[in-house]
């Protein structure tokens, strides 16, 4: 698939397809584990119908309401995604303890097998297109869904094995612990994917709050700057940046002598362009905002970034 919206909602197809089979493989089963997976699929369906949205949203200019863009719905909508997934897992977390304490709880290992065979292949085949579609789509959305997709993979395939194991158990007689192995198996899938959800809510949150973009983001943008600036002449120059969801806005100060050529401070717009093109060469979408003053008592805010000169 070569484009976000139709990578988007074969995810939302995917999503409602696996959840709709683990309730009624729950119904069947009495696995909680099952369940887990179903709710977890579901919830994720009904975020996706929104992330469809989002998705056409990102792609418009501006607005008089939305003057920067609608780039910020793109976090807002993984931040979503973060804390669903999150509250499912605790909610399951709780269940899987109280079953452990009472004693456990019978499955049917056939049919909760079925389910996990097809989950695990379903679930697998869904991130193989969400990452062949990374190589046509450059969209947070789908790199958030790709995650999700591996993470249900590796869940649903922990699923298969264990109920594969109730059933050689039964066969050995050891039918003691067989009422356990459906809560053992949900806390362990909970523990171990945790860390999914909580970096997933806690990195949507930091662009909503307008935090500076990881170094890996950030330096060569700073590079980038210093390149179109190489050969003239600055008492200072400040970086910040955001990158809410795709887009990364950058508003560069660059404090000039006051007795540079006047050649060189009425060519501020080919100086804007010239670093416009450096940054884009490492990173887009760019929104790039260069100021100039050539005033050497003027102060940049103590927030910003000093950036250094690299050669070419």
């Known amino acids: ?50 992330t469809i949205k989002v998705s ?6 501006d607005s008089e309401s939305y003057p920067f863009g609608y780039s910020y719905f793109e976090s807002l909508v993984n931040l979503c995604k973060g804390l669903l997934i ?37 679930c697998s085949l869904t991130a ?20 999700n997709w591996l993470v249900n993979s590796v869940i649903s395939g922990a699923v298969l094995v264990a109920f594969c194991l109730v059933m050689l ?21 909970v523990v171990l994917c945790l860390g999914v959800p ?12 307008n935090k500076t973009p990881e170094e890996a983001v950030a330096e060569p943008v700073r590079q980038a700057v210093a390149r179109g600036l190489a ?3 600055t008492l200072e120059v400040r970086v910040r940046m955001v990158r809410p969801g795709r887009l990364l806005y950058v508003i560069v100060h660059v404090v000039l002598p006051k007795d540079l050529p006047e050649a060189t401070l009425a060519n501020q717009d080919a100086l804007r362009q010239r670093i416009d093109e450096e940054v884009r ?14 005033d050497n008592r003027w102060a940049a805010p103590s927030c910003g970034l000093l950036v250094k000169k690299y050669s070419n």
């Open 128 to 147: 193989w297109v969400m990452q062949r579609s990374q190589r046509h789509v450059n969209s947070p959305l789908v790199a958030a869904d790709k995650l």
């Open 198 to 209: 909580v970096r997933m809510a806690s990195q949507a949150l930091r662009e909503l709050l």
């Open 169 to 189: 158990f039964d066969r050995l007689g050891w039918r003691a612990v067989l009422p356990y192995i459906d809560s053992v198996l949900v806390i362990a899938v």
């Open 86 to 122: 999150l509250g499912v897992s605790i909610f399951a977390l709780v269940d899987a303890v109280a079953a452990l304490l009472t004693g456990g709880r019978e499955i049917s290992a056939g049919l909760a097998v079925i389910y996990a065979l097809f989950a695990t292949a379903a």
């Open 1 to 50: 698939m070569k484009t976000e919206s139709s990578t988007l909602a074969f995810s939302a197809f995917m999503a409602l397809l696996i959840g709709c089979a683990g309730i009624v493989a729950t119904l069947a089963s009495n696995s909680q584990a099952i369940l887990l997976d179903g709710l977890f699929n579901l919830i994720y369906f009904s975020v996706a119908l929104v």
């Open 56 to 61: 056409k949203l990102a792609s418009r200019p």
């Open 281 to 294: 060469r490492y990173y887009s979408p760019v929104v790039c905002d260069v100021v100039f003053t050539a």
């Open 231 to 233: 050969d003239i002449d």
